[in-house]
C-alpha cells in the first residue's frame, strides 16, 4: 500500500491544481486506502472497488450484515475525496419525490418552485435500498443512467462525480422488495462487505476505546480530489487492450449464457462493464495495459449480481460466486 503523499497534508491541495497527472492522480487514490483506514479497519478492497466506480462513473451494491461499518466507509471515503455526500434511509412509506426532489409553492411568488432532494449530491447513500416499495427504488434509475432528474418534465443535470452506494442486508428479508434483474443490472459493481478479521476486530475495539467516534471524521484529511478523478479516468481509457484479452471478456460473458446451473447470464452491458472495472483496476495497479488476471479479479463483484442461479441449484448450495469461479476455470486463457 502507498503512504499518503506529504502534500495531502494540506487539505487544499488537491482544489488548487487545475489538472493532475495521470502518476499523481493513482499516488492520491492509493492513498486514499491508508486515510479512509484510519476509521475503517480492513476493508481495503471494498474501498478499492468504491475507487474504481469512481474512476468507471458506475454505482455500487454494497451487501453485508448490519454492524460492518458500511455508512461509515462510505462517508469516509466522501471525506477524503473532498465530495458531498447525503444519506438517504430506505422505508416503506419513502416517497419518490422524498429523493429526487419535488415542486412546492411560494407564497411570496405565487409560484412553483423546485426543492432538490438529496440525490443532488456526490456520493448518494441508499440504505437498505430493498426495503422500500419498487416505485421509489424506480425513482433512481433516470438520475444513474442519465445523471439528471426530470421533475415537471424539466431535466435537472446532477454533479459530476454522482455514484449511488446503495447498501442491503443479506439476511433478514421479511417485508423487503428485492431489486428486479433489470434494476441490479444498472449497478457497475457489487461488493460484499466481510466481517472483520480477529485482529481487525481487536484494533477496532482499541480505537473505540481510545475514544474514536465514527460520527466525527474531522480527523480524515482529504487526499485526493476531482483534479485526481477526472485525471485517473484519462488513464483508465488509455490502457491498451489486445484482440485477444478482449475476447477473453466476452468468452466469459458468453459462457455464463450456456451455463446449466444459471436460469440468465451476462448481458453484453456486463461484457463492457467487466472491460471498464478491469481496465480501471490494471490503472490503479500501475500499468497501461490490461490481463486476463485482471479480467479474473474484477469478475466475481462485476458479474455477480449479472447472474441468476436456477432454483434447483440454489437447494444444492451453488452461488453465483461458484458459479463464476467454475466459469474463470474453465474458460481458456489467451497466452
Partial sequence: MTAPRKSAAKPAAPRRRTRASADDAREALVALRAEVGKAVVGQDATVTGLVIALLCRGHVLLEGVPGVAKTLLVRAVAASLQLDT????????????????????????????????????????????????????????????????????????????????????????????????????????????????????IQILDAHNEGFDPRDLSALRPV????????????????????????????????????????????????????????????????DYLTPDDVKALARPTLRHRVSVRPEAELEGVTADGVLDGVLASVPVPR
Fill in 86 to 201: 447525503k444519506r438517504v434511509q430506505f422505508t416503506p412509506d419513502l416517497m419518490p419525490g422524498d429523493i429526487t426532489g419535488s415542486l412546492v409553492y411560494d407564497a411570496r411568488t405565487a409560484r412553483f418552485d423546485f426543492r432538490p432532494g438529496p440525490v443532488f449530491t456526490n456520493l448518494l447513500l441508499a440504505d437498505e435500498i430493498n426495503r422500500t416499495p419498487p416505485k421509489t427504488q424506480a425513482s433512481l434509475l433516470e438520475s444513474m443512467e442519465e445523471r439528471q432528474v426530470s421533475v415537471d418534465g424539466t431535466p435537472r443535470p446532477l454533479p459530476d462525480p454522482f455514484v449511488v452506494c446503495a447498501t442491503q442486508n443479506p439476511v433478514e428479508y421479511e417485508g423487503t422488495y428485492p431489486l428486479p434483474e433489470a434494476q441490479l443490472d444498472r449497478f457497475l459493481l457489487k461488493l460484499t462487505v466481510p466481517l472483520p478479521g480477529r485482529d481487525d476486530e
Fill in 224 to 287: 485526493a480530489g476531482a483534479a485526481d478523478l477526472e485525471a485517473g479516468r484519462a488513464g483508465v481509457l488509455a490502457v491498451t487492450v489486445t484482440p485477444e484479452v478482449l475476447g477473453y471478456v466476452v468468452d466469459v460473458c458468453r459462457a455464463t449464457r450456456t451455463s446449466p446451473s444459471l436460469s440468465l447470464g451476462v448481458s453484453p452491458r456486463g461484457a463492457t462493464a467487466l472491460l471498464a472495472t478491469s481496465k480501471a483496476w490494471a490503472w490503479l495497479s500501475g500499468r
